[in-house]
């Protein structure tokens, strides 16, 4: 597949025009005036959040049917006013939490390691989630806020000065562990007061190549987390967690910045292919001293962009002047990820690589005289498990080994083994006689031995016309 992918862009909305925003990460932003909160009269203090909801996203108009809070951004649908109205405090919470990824060094925030305290060879997984939440999403919500507030004319009366995270008590719920033979008791769970800090989960697994078979799945594992705002009487929320490796919760959103992309491209950053969908933009436009939000579309076709591969964005029909466009708040890429076995098993080597040498044993080749036995100047041979893939789903090829001299002894590849489980691997052979005959295997032979010898008996029961 080529590393450089043509899209092209159709165009399906006309622009306007409107405010800005600044790009930058942060968890809580503090939008105060200049005025001396020393000085405050005591009808401006804040008293906590009130169950007086506000859908912000109402405000914005688009042809898109987005999914997913929208799709816009990754704030719970609702933002909560202070019970002080005057304050000009509201609060958010998150709308989903999913498993931490880092851009940078390609790791995933979950680990399986080998639990030396428990004894019986049972392996600790901890995963941190996080909800994708950047600075960018809490100033657009804000400036969404303030449309909303304004077209409420009891509400319009009262500023908007500050947005923050809401203060709540967290109870984590993650049923489906239970599947895995995980005691619920075992689990657990490390949450900080700001639920913008990520929550760690923690369990012990006597199977982890179960487990993983979940993360790769088309579900997941999915669990629930309830926030329970503090101090106030607005219903507990139940937030979902996706713990899944190979989907867009984990990656989080695709932002296009500048005029960079027009030029260099566009690189996919992760370990899968993606499936580019569309390309939003979300832009104020300003009419008079009315400001509307707008969400505008491009198609992309549907292209497949490889693991680490560059996307060369054909945008003749992105206009230019989007790129330093102040009323533009928001320029991302909608999209999906394509199953990908190898990809898979890439990942799988990333997160349990801690297991180390407790699951990783040799296969081990020793042969006797099979070759002068067949009278051959080369022997081969080919082998296959399940262990493997560190995870045990899916029955991998070890690399084949060519022998050309009896007494051969050496290592042929690694597979993995939980403890008290025996090794199943499959082998067969072919040999290359002198004339240039060549005798294969018409099956498979199957052993439960980390050392395979091969010897006459082997040669005549896998070929049995060599032994006539």
Request: overall charge negative; glycine content about 6%; proline content about 7%.
């Given at each position: 597949?080529?590393?450089?992918?043509?899209?092209?862009?159709?165009l399906?909305?006309?622009?306007?025009?409107?405010?800005?925003?600044?790009?930058a990460?942060?968890?809580?932003?503090?939008?105060?005036?200049?005025?001396?909160?020393?000085?405050?009269?005591?009808?401006?203090?804040?008293?906590?959040?009130?169950?007086?909801?506000?859908?912000?996203?109402?405000?914005?108009k688009?042809?898109?049917?987005?999914?997913?809070?929208?799709?816009?951004?990754?704030?719970?649908?609702?933002?909560?006013?202070d019970?002080?109205?005057?304050?000009?405090?509201?609060?958010?919470?998150?709308?989903?939490?999913?498993?931490?990824?880092?851009?940078?060094?390609?790791?995933?925030?979950?680990?399986?390691?080998?639990?030396?305290?428990?004894?019986?060879?049972?392996?600790?997984?901890?995963?941190?989630?996080?909800?994708?939440?950047?600075?960018?999403?809490?100033?657009?919500?804000?400036?969404?806020?303030?449309?909303?507030?304004?077209?409420?004319?009891?509400?319009?009366?009262?500023?908007v000065?500050?947005?923050?995270?809401?203060?709540?008590?967290?109870?984590?719920?993650?049923?489906?562990?239970?599947?895995?033979?995980?005691?619920?008791?075992?689990?657990?769970?490390?949450?900080?007061?700001?639920?913008?800090?990520?929550?760690?989960?923690?369990?012990?697994?006597?199977?982890?190549?179960?487990?993983?078979?979940?993360?790769?799945?088309?579900?997941?594992?999915?669990?629930?987390?309830?926030?329970?705002?503090?101090?106030?009487?607005?219903?507990?929320?139940?937030?979902?967690?996706?713990?899944?490796?190979?989907?867009?919760?984990?990656?989080?959103?695709?932002?296009?910045?500048?005029?960079?992309?027009?030029r260099?491209?566009?690189?996919?950053?992760?370990?899968?292919?993606?499936?580019?969908?569309?390309?939003?933009?979300?832009?104020?436009?300003?009419?008079?001293?009315?400001?509307?939000?707008?969400?505008?579309?491009?198609?992309?076709?549907?292209?497949?962009?490889?693991?680490?591969?560059?996307?060369?964005?054909?945008?003749?029909?992105?206009?230019?002047?989007?790129?330093?466009?102040?009323?533009?708040?928001?320029?991302?890429?909608?999209?999906?990820?394509?199953?990908?076995?190898?990809?898979?098993?890439?990942?799988?080597?990333?997160?349990?690589?801690?297991?180390?040498?407790?699951?990783?044993?040799?296969?081990?080749?020793?042969?006797?005289?099979?070759?002068?036995?067949?009278?051959?100047?080369?022997m081969?041979?080919?082998?296959?498990?399940?262990?493997?893939?560190?995870?045990?789903?899916?029955?991998?090829?070890?690399?084949?080994?060519?022998?050309?001299?009896?007494?051969?002894?050496?290592?042929?590849?690694?597979?993995?083994?939980?403890?008290?489980?025996?090794?199943?691997?499959?082998?067969?052979?072919?040999?290359?006689?002198?004339?240039?005959?060549?005798?294969?295997?018409?099956?498979?032979?199957?052993?439960?031995?980390?050392?395979?010898?091969i010897?006459?008996?082997?040669?005549?029961?896998?070929?049995p016309?060599?032994?006539?």
């Amino acid at each position: 597949m080529k590393n450089i992918i043509h899209i092209l862009l159709c165009l399906s909305l006309i622009l306007g025009q409107g405010i800005s925003l600044l790009n930058a990460q942060g968890n809580t932003i503090d939008f105060g005036t200049d005025s001396n909160t020393e000085n405050e009269e005591d009808d401006l203090n804040p008293q906590g959040p009130s169950n007086s909801p506000f859908e912000y996203l109402n405000q914005v108009k688009s042809d898109y049917p987005f999914e997913s809070n929208n799709g816009i951004l990754n704030l719970y649908r609702n933002i909560y006013r202070d019970v002080n109205p005057k304050s000009g405090y509201f609060y958010y919470l998150p709308s989903a939490y999913s498993l931490n990824w880092d851009a940078q060094t390609g790791k995933y925030d979950v680990e399986f390691n080998q639990d030396a305290s428990a004894g019986g060879g049972k392996v600790v997984v901890t995963a941190r989630l996080k909800p994708n939440i950047t600075r960018r999403d809490i100033e657009i919500a804000r400036a969404l806020l303030e449309l909303d507030v304004k077209s409420d004319p009891v509400s319009s009366q009262y500023p908007v000065n500050k947005l923050l995270a809401m203060p709540v008590a967290v109870e984590v719920s993650f049923p489906q562990v239970q599947n895995y033979g995980v005691d619920p008791s075992s689990i657990i769970v490390q949450a900080p007061k700001d639920f913008l800090d990520p929550i760690t989960i923690s369990f012990p697994i006597d199977r982890p190549d179960f487990l993983m078979t979940a993360l790769f799945s088309n579900i997941g594992l999915n669990g629930t987390l309830k926030l329970s705002p503090e101090g106030s009487d607005i219903p507990a929320k139940d937030i979902p967690i996706t713990l899944k490796l190979d989907d867009p919760s984990t990656f989080g959103t695709i932002e296009l910045n500048g005029s960079a992309w027009r030029r260099d491209g566009w690189r996919n950053p992760s370990d899968y292919p993606l499936v580019l969908k569309n390309l939003h933009v979300l832009r104020m436009k300003k009419t008079g001293n009315i400001v509307k939000p707008f969400i505008y579309t491009w198609q992309m076709g549907n292209a497949e962009i490889p693991e680490k591969a560059l996307a060369k964005i054909d945008a003749r029909l992105f206009p230019g002047f989007l790129d330093n466009d102040k009323s533009v708040k928001k320029v991302w890429i909608e999209y999906s990820v394509n199953p990908c076995k190898s990809c898979n098993r890439l990942v799988q080597k990333k997160i349990m690589k801690a297991l180390g040498d407790d699951r990783a044993k040799e296969v081990v080749l020793t042969t006797l005289s099979p070759l002068r036995f067949v009278k051959a100047e080369m022997m081969k041979i080919e082998l296959r498990s399940r262990q493997a893939d560190p995870t045990g789903t899916t029955k991998i090829d070890l690399p084949h080994k060519m022998i050309r001299s009896d007494g051969f002894s050496g290592a042929l590849g690694t597979v993995f083994l939980d403890p008290g489980i025996r090794a199943d691997i499959e082998y067969k052979l072919t040999f290359y006689l002198p004339d240039g005959t060549v005798y294969r295997s018409d099956h498979w032979a199957r052993t439960d031995n980390l050392e395979i010898v091969i010897g006459d008996k082997q040669v005549k029961e896998l070929i049995p016309e060599l032994g006539e």
